[in-house]
């Protein structure tokens, strides 16, 4: 009988950026006990904008030019239930996770965990700040 896991990584990559703060505030509602947000940028964007500034760049391309990042976030959690809880607020968010455009989500067993939260940060943030 194979054992669960002490916890999962859920792993979102937002295709539009100005959904972050409201994915984040999402997850927070669902029990996300941290959220943490890092800039990323696919292989295939990163491509593109290489490719299209040429070998000897001017300075107006180069400002022309657009980066185009994506947002990364991630959360560990106890168990499946508040991962499913996750998962449905984030397409509250962002859509239909099967549909182009609104971001790749993965849900990752993770074997060990030190310094998991019992409770999200927030609620013992007074206590801690006293």
Not at 45 to 67: F, I, N, V
Not at 72 to 87: K, N
Request: charged share 25%; hydrophobic share 45%.
């Amino acid at each position: 009988m194979m054992q669960k896991p002490p916890a999962y990584m859920v792993l979102l990559v937002v295709d539009k950026m100005e959904l972050c703060d409201a994915v984040m505030e999402a997850w927070r509602r669902a029990g996300a006990p941290g959220i943490t947000l890092l800039e990323s940028s696919g292989l295939h964007r990163r491509k593109a904008l290489r490719d299209d500034l040429g070998l000897m760049p001017s300075l107006d391309a180069l400002m022309a030019s657009q980066e185009y990042t994506h947002r990364t976030l991630f959360t560990v959690v106890p168990d499946e239930a508040l991962v499913q809880r996750i998962v449905q607020a984030t397409e509250e968010i962002v859509g239909d996770l099967n549909e182009p455009y609104t971001g790749i989500l993965v849900v990752l067993p993770v074997l060990q965990v030190y310094g998991l939260r019992k409770r999200p940060y927030w609620e013992g943030k007074a206590e801690a700040d006293e």
